[in-house]
């Protein structure tokens, strides 16, 4: 299968400028589909719309920092070979005609771009966005930028005395945002983790609380709140979590994990239960 190449339009990246604040780095920016799997590739451009740099690929983590200028309507000139990289070119297509490049529009926004690794299923006929709809999803994608950036900000304020006990009060008013939405349950899973390890797993446990209730049919969601829930030593809660994972449609190396899971916490609550286990302790 031959990769297919879509181009996004034009993004920002905020930028330091000495003595001048913070100014705007441009991109122009491809989604490029290979083998089911999806990558984005990114070109820096100057205030003229012209190339600075060789087009290169940026990961999932690393693009939720770009912001989408729907107001800049430049176009690229790049050829096919300069967006995949000239070793990916040949390897894909002795025959340039072979890759297929799709003509640009702006109404070809996919907006499940971010969902890295996932296609749609092929039975289902493409949807277009309403511009409201593009809107929403931008400022959400916008949302998530900035919760990130004020996370991982707190994070590295925890390390200073003077500064924890207000980084712990800001982390603990994310999860009750209004604007945080379905889609960013992936982003509240990345912090839930990050908590855990840092050994905080009483606020680890109010992430994986806010995103079962938004992703109620997410067996993951479940099994991390499990988690969470054994390390506080609630056995009971941990097990109703379980079972609730093992009940959703899942794959078979999850079922295991779950079942495996499952067991070991049950061992450990009759332990608890037991008063030969509680004068172990």
Same mark, same amino acid.
């Given at each position: ?57 940026? *990961?999932?983590? @690393? ?6 200028? $729907?107001? /800049?309507?430049? =176009?690229?000139?790049?050829? #096919?070979? !300069? ?106 899973? *990345?912090?839930? @983790? ?6 905080? $797993?009483? /606020?680890?446990? =109010?992430?994986?609380?806010? #995103?079962? !209730? ?68």
């Amino acid at each position: 299968m031959q990769p297919t190449i879509k181009f996004m339009g034009v993004y920002s990246v905020e930028a330091a400028s000495k003595g001048q604040g913070k100014q705007k780095d441009l991109f122009f920016v491809w989604q490029v589909r290979n083998n089911d799997q999806l990558h984005i590739h990114v070109q820096e451009i100057d205030k003229t719309y012209r190339p600075k740099s060789k087009i290169y690929v940026v *990961d999932n983590s @690393t693009f939720t920092y770009f912001t989408f200028e $729907p107001s /800049i309507v430049a =176009m690229p000139q790049a050829r #096919t070979e !300069e967006i995949l990289g000239p070793k990916a070119f040949a390897e894909t297509a002795s025959d340039p005609s072979e890759v297929k490049a799709d003509k640009v529009k702006r109404d070809d926004f996919d907006e499940d771009f971010w969902r890295f690794g996932k296609t749609k299923q092929k039975e289902e006929a493409p949807k277009q966005a309403k511009p409201d709809d593009k809107a929403q999803e931008m400022a959400q994608i916008q949302v998530e930028k900035v919760l990130r950036n004020d996370f991982d900000e707190a994070i590295k304020q925890l390390k200073q005395p003077h500064s924890r006990r207000g980084a712990l009060r800001f982390i603990k008013t994310i999860p009750e945002q209004k604007n945080i939405q379905p889609r960013h349950k992936h982003m509240l899973r *990345d912090f839930m @983790t990050t908590l855990r390890k840092q050994e905080l $797993p009483e /606020i680890a446990l =109010m992430f994986a609380t806010k #995103t079962v !209730e938004l992703a109620p049919d997410d067996d993951h969601a479940h099994f991390n709140l499990a988690r969470i829930f054994y390390i506080l030593e609630r056995y009971k809660d941990a097990i109703a979590h379980l079972h609730k994972a093992l009940e959703l449609n899942n794959e078979a190396q999850d079922q295991e994990i779950y079942q495996k899971m499952l067991r070991y916490v049950e061992n450990q609550q009759r332990r608890q239960q037991s008063p030969y286990g509680r004068a172990k302790r």
